[in-house]
């Protein structure tokens, strides 16, 4: 299970919404090992894709010096779905490299950049297979919730 304080759930929102209909991605990062997803780090979608995202190579590598000097990992890699559901495609899956980490998929398809809910779902993704998991999003994170 995901466990998100409400902050972080509603920056990704306003990401994916905001760059819609180019999909949106960016990783949250928290301290080694402890599955705590405390600071949301939007990355430039470098494909410029609806259908698409890449990290910037050199924007994630600085991002992996930074995570490696502040003792954090990578705990969700999430992005947008524009036009489809919050899916893995099967080049998402092919990309999935942090096999501890949350995949969070946000479609915007329904409203757009507009005011509306969108589809927000969490995946762990390992060697190919799929599960989708279940996502709680609380006030704050407490201690008991890491």
Same mark, same amino acid.
Not at 110 to 131: C, K, L, M
């Given at each position: 299970?995901?466990?998100?304080?409400? *902050?972080?759930?509603?920056?990704?929102?306003?990401?994916?919404?905001?760059?819609?209909?180019?999909?949106?991605?960016?990783i %949250?990062?928290?301290?080694?090992?402890?599955?705590?997803?405390?600071?949301?780090?939007?990355? %430039?979608?470098? *494909?410029?894709?609806?259908?698409?995202?890449?990290?910037?190579?050199?924007?994630?590598?600085?991002?992996?010096?930074?995570?490696?000097?502040?003792?954090?990992?990578?705990?969700?890699?999430?992005?947008?779905?524009?036009?489809?559901?919050?899916?893995?495609?099967?080049?998402?899956?092919?990309? *999935?490299s942090?096999?501890?980490?949350?995949?969070?998929? %946000?479609?915007?398809?329904?409203?757009?950049?507009?005011?509306?809910?969108?589809?927000?779902?969490?995946?762990?993704?390992?060697?190919?297979?799929?599960?989708?998991?279940?996502?709680? %999003?609380v006030?704050?994170l407490?201690?008991?919730?890491?």
């Amino acid at each position: 299970m995901l466990t998100i304080d409400q *902050a972080t759930y509603d920056a990704i929102v306003a990401h994916a919404k905001r760059d819609h209909p180019v999909e949106a991605c960016g990783i %949250v990062a928290g301290p080694e090992g402890s599955d705590r997803a405390e600071r949301v780090i939007e990355m %430039v979608n470098a *494909a410029g894709s609806p259908t698409f995202y890449e990290f910037d190579s050199t924007e994630l590598l600085e991002l992996y010096k930074e995570l490696w000097d502040r003792d954090e990992e990578p705990v969700v890699v999430y992005h947008s779905h524009t036009a489809t559901e919050a899916y893995p495609s099967v080049t998402d899956i092919n990309l *999935a490299s942090e096999p501890g980490a949350h995949y969070v998929l %946000v479609s915007t398809r329904e409203h757009g950049n507009n005011e509306g809910p969108v589809e927000f779902r969490s995946y762990r993704i390992i060697d190919g297979a799929v599960t989708e998991e279940e996502v709680s %999003v609380v006030p704050s994170l407490t201690r008991s919730e890491s």
